[in-house]
């Protein structure tokens, strides 16, 4: 079962019960009665005891609830409710489509109160998603709301995510079937053709080992939980980092330019740091122009390190720039594609600087030059 709807199933009983105890037909406004003078009758002051418990009541939940009386009125919403609605005390007392606002919520209160029976159903209200869970106790209708926006958006990302990923994985497997159905038939007639097919096919598997590489990286780093940190140089990661990618900043007449101290210890973890600079300085040569140059700087400021990857290269146009760092996003999809790009890179980065308590930004120039700036605590233990 559902947990709001066990959870409304408790409440219920336990609703059942008091207002069993209470007796019947004793519903009183929630509005707290004024003091009378002492020697009123007893019924007078049973209803005067009797107003606040429903309002009690809805407090001691930890969900946003109200409580309708007979007519469907709302006659208490505790604090999570009234925030979650947007409800001022003058809007209590009123319907419940009054109070809420919401043709959703005052459907299932009114199927409920009609049919007899509880009833949960997921609506819409001013952008947010609702679970409505609702039951009747004599009565009185009692609604336990769960706001599941943030679970929605997560639902929505986490299908958008297999859709791409699906999506991105065919690119290369597809390309590796055509190509060794065209080694198959083209090595007996023409070996030397045959030759730059295995180095395309060579290719193409590279880059799906990449994306399988780059996938469970984002998996790994996704998992939450507590980092187990080792002292990591961070300038010896960026001098082997460097070191690795000349051959490539060469290919492509980048110039790459490194000014980092002797050591930079930070408490991390070093896969996750050395992807950090990775990505950053591949990006830096990729998405430069012949000719141009990698700026990596190394910097300690306060109890952080500053790492600074600066590039001439081609810029992101303003309104790119907040989007680069989401999963396969590309600004230039084909260019990303040609020069091996999974549109996974700076997600990685993000997340594991993230996951190190640091932050990310980034600072671009269209056609000038882009800047990446990472900020990561030193932390006790490096
Ligand atoms: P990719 O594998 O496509 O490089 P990333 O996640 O690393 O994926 O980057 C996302 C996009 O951000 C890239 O496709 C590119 O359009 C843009 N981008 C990243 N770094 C730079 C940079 N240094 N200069 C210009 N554009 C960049």
Redesign the pocket.
Known sequence: MEGSALLVLLVVAALAFTLGRRGRGDVAPVAPAAAGPAGEDVADDAERADGPWRTEFVDALNQPALLLDGHGHVQAANRAARELLGLTSPTLGGSILESTASTGVADVVARVRSGRAPLTVDVERAGRELRVSASLVGDETLVVLTDRTRERQIEDLRRDFVVNASHELKTPVTAIQTLGDAIAVTLPEDPDRAGSLIKRLNDESERLARLVGELLDLRRLEVAGPLERVPVDLAEVVRLVVAEQTPRAEGRRVTLEVDVPDTAPVAGVHADLEAVVK?LVS??I??NRDDGSVHVTLATDGSDRVLQVA?T????RQQDVPR?FERF????TAR?RATG???????IVRHAVERHGGTVQVE?ELGAG?TFRVRLPIGSEA
């Open positions: 990505n990006n830096a990729k998405y590039d290269g081609i810029g992101i680069v996003y590309r600004v230039d990303s790009g999974t549109g996974l890179g700076l997600s671009s882009t």
